[in-house]
């Protein structure tokens, strides 16, 4: 009988890393002594390493070699620097992870462009295989073109010495990517130039205006800013800037010089015009508050135009209220003609009101203002009381005895020591109530029964209607002569006036040399009602409410041939 034996085979096993700490010695990510690393061999590396890299080419799409790539890590490491092989290809590698890095790409002739990355946390070797910022395709312009302008000061001569600034965006561009996002990153190139003396202003060492076309699908635009013209350098420009944007693909299409007419300075939709003045009624709009129309005793007149003046086209004239003679004024042009001053040659008396007419020529077109303005003389915080200053009345008779005596029916003048208004109706000057004016003396026809009372007849000291007194500004000098006396220039009607005048209304005549008159001021609130309740008032807004009286009437002659 045959016996079956079993043969038994004891092999053993090797097991690795059972309770034993697997070791990466030199950082590559794989235990130390595993040529193929598996699951269990792959450990987290000490240190880990990502890579930058990326491809340069030109905007025509063709690789660019030797292309410089300085790499910085951080805000204090020292950069390092490579070239781009004969494919545009660049390689940094051992980046540490989570790393910021900012590369810089430039090459002879070529735009140059800047751009940040950051080497991902899960940077690593094989099979950690996600750890690259890749920067690419990267596109460098090249900056062989010339762009050409013609700048044209207003008046239609060159505009020499101007300087530009030129912008090309974009001049490059990038996409960046690291594995967890996208982003486009793009370059700008900026040219300074000077017009020469014929006013040619050239660019150069700009993208060419296909190469602008190409980037970004035609996108690629230039921007132009030219400064003002300031031909002496004193910060007071000659002409205004300007400032516009041309595509690379229209520059393409129609590469004609252009031609830019910089603006006037301060380019306005109207004619010259004075923008501000301490005499408000020289700004072309009219503003009768006499405080904006007051000048300090012994203070220019100040005006600002809205364009510059012709230098020698400055023309002013001054008078009093009542537009006789001439006052003597000085003008001056300054700040390159946005301004001037008048100043008169003589002294003007406080409270007083003047008129001035004053003509300019813009130097930005050559349009004309002219205008016929007033000003009080005075001082804004420093108000004056108003008193009256003379009674006047107009003889109307040659022949005694009436030649010399105040008669019924001629007008009477009663001039204050500055100008006053009503500070109600100050639209409607003919439309009361008016103050009034009484005189203290009989006025009645002597037949009648009251000859000796004063106050019982309209115009008596007492009674409570007396003379209205109307504002009677002046629009030409006192008639001394016939033919009548005119102004120097049309004067403006400034609302205000020291001259008021009444029309004696009495029986019979009186004597002007001992008669007195008051202008009732304090009656005025008594006869008013409703919107007409109201007083007069000074050039320095004072409220005028008291009581006004003289002793003595002047006499104003009839006037002569």
């Known amino acids: 009988m045959m016996k079956k034996h079993l043969v038994f085979a004891v092999v053993p096993f090797l097991v690795l890393g059972c309770g034993e700490d697997l070791k990466d010695e030199n950082g590559d990510g794989i235990a130390d002594g595993v040529r193929e690393p598996d699951s269990v061999t792959v450990v987290t590396p000490a240190n880990p390493k990502g890579t930058v890299s990326g491809q340069v080419l030109g905007t025509d799409l063709k690789p660019l070699g030797d292309a410089s790539v300085k ?19 660049f390689e940094y590698t051992d980046v540490p992870a989570g790393s910021q890095v900012l590369l810089t790409f430039t090459k002879q002739g070529y735009a140059t462009l800047r751009a940040t990355a950051t080497v991902p946390s899960s940077a690593g070797n094989v099979p950690i295989n996600n750890g690259n910022a890749s920067f690419g ?39 960046l990517s690291n594995n967890e996002n996208t982003s486009l990153v793009v370059s700008t190139v900026v040219v300074e130039a000077t017009s020469n003396e014929q006013g040619s202003l050239v660019f150069t060492g700009v993208p060419s205006a296909p190469e602008m076309a190409r980037l970004r699908s035609g996108s690629g635009q230039y921007k132009l800013w030219v400064s003002p013209m300031d031909t002496d350098n004193n910060g ?46 020289l700004t072309g709009a009219t503003d009768f508050d006499p405080l904006r129309n007051m000048v300090r005793a012994g203070e220019p007149i100040h005006l600002f135009f809205n364009q510059p003046v012709q230098a020698g086209s400055m023309l002013a004239r001054l008078t009093d209220e009542y537009g006789r003679e001439l006052l003597n004024v000085s003008t001056a042009v300054n700040n390159s003609g946005y301004s001037a001053t008048i100043t008169p040659a003589v002294s003007l008396q406080e409270g007083k009101e003047y008129n001035l007419d004053m003509r300019a020529v813009s130097a930005e077109g050559g349009s004309v203002y002219s205008i016929t303005g007033f000003f009080f003389v005075g001082d ?36 204050f020591s500055a100008p006053i208004a009503r500070a109600y109706n100050v639209n409607s000057p003919s439309v009361g109530p008016f103050v009034q004016v009484f005189f203290n003396a009989n006025i009645a026809d002597a037949s009648a029964s009251s000859l000796n009372i004063i106050g019982d007849v309209q115009g008596e000291l007492g009674n409570a209607n ?17 033919p009548a006396e005119t102004s120097a220039f049309g004067l403006t009607l400034s609302r205000y006036s020291s001259r008021y005048s009444f029309f004696y209304g009495g029986a019979f005549p009186l004597n002007p040399n001992n008669l007195t008159v008051q202008v009732a001021f304090s009656k005025l609130p008594n006869r008013a009602s409703g919107s007409t309740n109201g007083t007069y008032e000074s050039i320095w807004g004072q409220p005028v409410t008291n009581d006004m009286t003289v002793g003595v009437v002047a006499t104003q002659n009839v006037p002569t041939p």
Do not use: C, H, W
């Open 236 to 281: 007071v420009p000659e002409t205004g800037g300007y400032v516009n944007s041309y595509a690379g693909s229209d520059i393409v299409a129609n590469s004609t010089l252009r031609i830019i007419n910089l603006p006037f300075t301060r380019p306005q939709a109207g004619a010259l015009n004075v923008e501000s003045s301490n005499v408000a009624s």
């Open 71 to 89: 790499m910085t890590i951080g805000s204090s490491a020292d950069p390092v620097a490579t070239t781009t092989d004969a494919e545009g290809n």
């Open 466 to 482: 007396g003379f209205d007194l109307i504002i009677d500004e002046p629009t030409a000098p006192i008639q001394t002569r016939t």
């Open 137 to 175: 395709p990267i596109t460098l312009a090249k900056l062989d073109g010339t762009l050409n302008f013609l700048l044209v000061t207003p008046s239609g001569r060159p505009a020499a010495n101007v300087k530009a600034t030129l912008e090309a965006t974009p001049a490059g561009s990038i996409i």
């Open 380 to 415: 804004q915080t420093s108000p004056r009381t108003v008193s009256i200053a003379e009674v006047r009345y107009q003889e109307t008779s040659t022949s005694a005895p009436t030649a010399s005596q105040l008669n019924p029916g001629e007008k009477v003048y009663v001039n």
